[in-house]
């Protein structure tokens, strides 16, 4: 097992046999990723003989990953909105279905001069950085302010690496949802914990085990940040300002219930390309 064939059809051998479904593209990966080499110089030059660290390396990689372990926590890295997030054990994976978020929360961006932007459980800043990266300059739907709050300290600084990597200016803050904050904003956005406790043991183990389970658990129904924060959300948000949530897939129907108790209009559940719900939100209206 010496060429770069011979050691990615070891890879996929063991991965299949730990029971992992997508093996053959997580082989792959991981030997890109320890190689450097990407689909046409493997295909040009499969029979070159790999480097003795690099062959101990992907072993150790194809070893971890059988275990369950997130490839995207070997890899340190997962893109999300067109750009690169650094993650590890410490924050949950970005994922495209959060991207529906982004995208709702940057229509209403839009069609602002300037707008004041929080995120509620920032995790990676994903949300945060993207909408920072996308509108924090001059022009139409300009990012005045961002800011991120998040319990964690340790996600704090992985949030505040990505925002650097990226060039863009947020202000990442430690805190108990809003206990921490100190003014309004134009929208408030939140990917909190919306798993209900008693369904988290049956997740896969790549999160159950490996992803932080403070990320995940949205109490015993799921909905339990999702009162809270829309309970607290009208003295941190502008009069016409939106309250936008990412959903689990059967939950649009609660959540949008939650926003009517506590008073927000114009509450719209949307779709993920699945067809499942994925994102609500609300406009506060004038008191």
Same mark, same amino acid.
């Given at each position: 097992?010496?060429?770069?064939?011979?050691?990615?059809?070891?890879?996929?051998?063991?991965?299949?046999a %730990?029971?992992?479904?997508?093996?053959?593209?997580?082989?792959? =990966?991981?030997?890109?990723?320890?190689?450097?080499?990407?689909?046409?110089r493997?295909?040009?030059?499969?029979?070159?003989?790999?480097?003795?660290?690099?062959?101990?390396?992907?072993?150790?990689?194809?070893?971890?990953?059988?275990?369950?372990?997130?490839?995207?926590?070997?890899?340190?890295?997962?893109?999300?909105?067109?750009?690169?997030?650094?993650?590890?054990?410490?924050? =949950?994976?970005?994922?495209?279905?959060?991207? =529906?978020?982004?995208?709702?929360?940057?229509?209403?961006?839009?069609?602002?001069?300037?707008?004041?932007?929080?995120?509620?459980?920032?995790?990676?800043?994903?949300?945060?950085?993207?909408l920072?990266?996308?509108?924090?300059s001059?022009?139409?739907?300009?990012?005045?302010?961002?800011?991120?709050?998040?319990?964690?300290?340790?996600?704090?600084?992985?949030?505040?690496?990505?925002?650097?990597?990226?060039?863009?200016?947020?202000?990442?803050?430690?805190?108990? =949802?809003?206990?921490?904050?100190?003014?309004?904003?134009?929208?408030?956005?939140?990917?909190p914990?919306?798993?209900?406790?008693?369904?988290?043991?049956r997740?896969?183990?790549?999160?159950?085990?490996?992803?932080?389970?403070?990320?995940?658990?949205g109490?015993?129904?799921?909905?339990?940040?999702?009162?809270?924060?829309?309970?607290?959300?009208?003295?941190?948000?502008?009069?016409?300002?939106y309250?936008?949530?990412?959903?689990?897939?059967?939950?649009?129907? %609660?959540?949008?219930?939650?926003?009517?108790?506590?008073?927000?209009?114009?509450?719209?559940?949307?779709?993920?390309?699945?067809?499942?719900?994925?994102?609500?939100?609300?406009?506060?209206?004038?008191?």
């Open positions: 097992m010496g060429t770069l064939n011979e050691l990615l059809s070891w890879g996929k051998g063991e991965l299949a %730990a029971g992992i479904l997508e093996y053959e593209l997580d082989a792959w =990966l991981l030997l890109s990723f320890v190689t450097g080499i990407d689909r046409t493997y295909l040009a030059d499969r029979d070159r003989v790999v480097l003795d660290k690099d062959i101990c390396y992907y072993r150790e990689l194809i070893s971890k990953r059988s275990r369950r372990i997130p490839l995207q926590q070997l890899t340190g890295w997962q893109d999300f909105m067109g750009l690169a997030f650094e993650v590890d054990h410490h924050v =949950l994976i970005p994922r495209q279905d959060t991207e =529906l978020l982004v995208e709702e929360a940057g229509r209403r961006i839009r069609k602002r001069a300037q707008v004041r932007v929080l995120d509620l459980c920032t995790g990676s800043g994903c949300i945060i950085t993207s920072a990266h996308e509108y924090g001059l022009g139409s739907g300009q990012i005045v302010r961002a800011v991120g709050v998040d319990i964690s300290e340790r996600a704090l600084e992985i949030a505040r690496k990505n925002a650097a990597r990226h060039g863009v200016k947020v202000s990442f803050i430690k805190g108990d =949802l809003f206990d921490a904050v100190e003014e309004k904003f134009d929208l408030i956005v939140s990917n914990p919306y798993i209900s406790s008693s369904v988290i043991e997740l896969e183990p790549e999160v159950r085990d490996h992803e932080p389970r403070i990320a995940l658990d109490g015993e129904d799921g909905l339990y940040f999702y009162r809270k924060i829309t309970e607290q959300a009208a003295d941190y948000l502008m009069e016409g300002g309250l936008l949530y990412e959903i689990g897939y059967d939950q649009g129907e %609660a959540v949008a219930s939650i926003l009517k108790k506590n008073g927000y209009a114009d509450i719209k559940v949307y779709q993920d390309l699945a067809g499942l719900d994925r994102v609500c939100l609300g406009k506060r209206m004038e008191e």
